[in-house]
C-alpha cells in the first residue's frame, strides 16, 4: 500500500467530517511524523513533502556518506559503498535522500496510522465545531429533533451538528415529536470526553431577549433597546425596554396593535405571561411600574438594606403579588430590591376576609366566612374561645389569624 492508497481511504471519511483535502494533508503530515519518532525516537532526519493537488505525499531520510568503517549512527549515517548502490557519484560528506515506502514501516505500524489520522480529523472537526458555536452563545438557533431521551433531547441543526436541549432548559409546558423544529439559544458549548457538547436553552432570558429582536423591528434597528430580562419560564416574564427615539413608545411598539407583535412570543413561549415595562431612572415609579398591573398608592426606598415598603389600596395587594407570587418575585428581581407589599387602608375602614388570601389558608377563610365573619373586623371582635366554639378551629390556629389581621390595623 502506497501514500495514495491511504489518502484515497479517507476521502469519504473526509467528506463526512467537512474537511478540505489541504488539511487533510496536513493531518497526514503530522501523523506521519508521530510514526517516525515513534521508530526512530527523531523525525529531524527526514523530509516529508506534501502535494495537496495530487493527494499524495512522499518521505525521504537524510543520511550523511561516511567511510564504511565509520558508520556509527544509522539512523544519521550511510557508508560510502551503501550509498555508491543508490547512485554511483557519491562521495564521503555527501547527504542522500532515501526514499520511505508505507510498506517499510509495517502491518502493525501502518494500522496505528490510520488510527492516529481518524483521531487527528475527528480532533479537528470537533474543534472547528467548538470554535464556531462558541462565538454564537445567546444567539437563536433552530433544529430538528432527532431522539428523545428522559433527561434531555437531541436535535440536529442544519449543519447536522448535534444540539443538545436539556429537560432543565424546556418550558414546563414543551412536548416535541421526533422530527419538530425546534428554537432556542445556545447556552453553552463544552467539551465532554473530547466531544463538543452544544447546550441550548429555552429558559434563559436571553431567548425570550433574542425573540424580541426577531419580532419587533425597532429593537432589531436599534431605536428600542431591551433593558432587562427576568423570567420564571412558562408562568411569567418581565422585560423592561427604552426608547431612543421620543417619539416611538417603548411599551406600545413591542406589545403591536392589540397585542399582534407579542402574540408570536407569548406562543413561542407556552403562552408564557409578559409584562412589557418602559425602564427609566427615576427610582419610584420604575417600581411602581415593575408591580403593575397594581396601582401603588406610596413606596418607601431603604436604599442601605436594598429594601422597599410599597402600600397599596387591599384591592390591590393580590395584583402586586401575582398568582404564585411571580409578579412580586420579578418585580425584585428586575429592580434590583426587595419588596414588600402593605395594605393602605383608612383607621376606620374594614377589609375583606378574602383580601387576605396570600396570608391565610383559603379553607380557614372558608371557615369564618360560614360563621358570618367575612371580614377582618368581624373575626377581631369576637374572643378566641368564641370563635373556637363556633368553628371548631384551634385555639392557636384562630390566634394566628388574628395577630395577621391586627398588624394590617396597626400599621
Known amino acids: 500500500m502506497d501514500t495514495s492508497a491511504i489518502i484515497d481511504s479517507f476521502i469519504e471519511f473526509k467528506d463526512d467530517k467537512n474537511i478540505d483535502r489541504i488539511t487533510l494533508m496536513g493531518l497526514l503530515e503530522q501523523s506521519f511524523r508521530a510514526l517516525l519518532i515513534k521508530q526512530y525516537g527523531s523525525d529531524e532526519n527526514f523530509d516529508i513533502v506534501v502535494n495537496a493537488n495530487k493527494g499524495d505525499l512522499q518521505i525521504f531520510h537524510n543520511k550523511i556518506v561516511v567511510e564504511d568503517e565509520k558508520v556509527v549512527d544509522i539512523n544519521s549515517e550511510i557508508s560510502l559503498s551503501d550509498a555508491l548502490k543508490i547512485e554511483d557519484d557519491f562521495e564521503i560528506g555527501d547527504e542522500v535522500a532515501i526514499e520511505k515506502k508505507i510498506v517499510d514501516f509495517g502491518r502493525r505500524a501502518i494500522q496505528t496510522l490510520k488510527q492516529n489520522l481518524i483521531s487527528k480529523v475527528l480532533e479537528h472537526d470537533y474543534d472547528i465545531i467548538h470554535k464556531s458555536y462558541k462565538d454564537r452563545v445567546n444567539e437563536i438557533i433552530s433544529g430538528d429533533v432527532h431522539h428523545i431521551r428522559h433527561r434531555e433531547i437531541i436535535l440536529i441543526d442544519e ?243 388574628q395577630n395577621i389581621l391586627r398588624l394590617e390595623f396597626e400599621e
Open 159 to 401: 449543519n447536522d451538528t448535534e444540539l443538545i436541549l436539556p429537560r432543565d432548559e424546556q418550558i414546563p409546558s414543551d412536548f416535541f415529536r421526533k422530527g419538530d423544529t425546534v428554537r432556542a439559544v445556545i447556552k453553552d458549548v463544552l467539551f465532554n470526553k473530547g466531544k463538543p457538547r452544544i447546550v441550548i436553552s429555552r429558559t434563559s432570558p436571553a431567548f425570550l431577549e433574542r425573540l424580541f429582536e426577531l419580532e419587533i423591528p425597532e429593537i432589531a434597528d436599534g431605536l428600542i433597546v431591551v433593558k432587562d430580562v427576568k423570567r420564571v419560564p412558562g408562568e411569567k416574564a418581565k422585560v423592561s425596554v427604552e426608547s431612543y427615539d421620543e417619539r416611538i413608545d417603548p411599551v406600545g411598539a413591542c406589545v403591536g396593535m392589540k397585542g399582534s407583535r407579542i402574540h408570536s412570543i407569548v406562543r413561542e413561549l407556552g403562552n408564557e405571561n409578559i409584562d412589557v415595562i418602559n425602564y427609566t431612572d427615576n427610582l419610584k415609579l420604575f417600581i411602581s411600574r415593575s408591580l403593575s398591573p397594581a396601582k401603588i398608592t406610596s413606596i418607601n426606598i431603604n436604599e442601605e438594606t436594598n429594601k422597599v415598603d410599597v402600600y397599596l389600596k387591599p384591592d390591590q395587594v393580590s395584583l402586586a403579588i401575582g398568582k404564585g407570587g411571580f409578579n412580586i418575585r420579578l418585580a425584585g428581581q428586575l429592580t434590583g430590591y426587595e419588596i414588600d407589599v402593605y395594605r393602605d387602608i383608612d383607621e376606620d375602614e374594614d377589609v375583606a376576609l378574602s383580601e387576605f388570601a396570600d396570608e391565610i389558608d383559603q379553607w380557614i377563610i372558608d371557615v369564618f366566612k360560614s360563621i358570618g365573619c367575612d371580614t377582618a373586623k368581624s373575626v377581631l371582635e369576637l374572643g378566641v374561645e368564641e370563635l373556637s366554639r363556633r368553628t371548631d378551629l384551634e385555639e392557636e390556629t384562630i390566634s394566628e389569624v
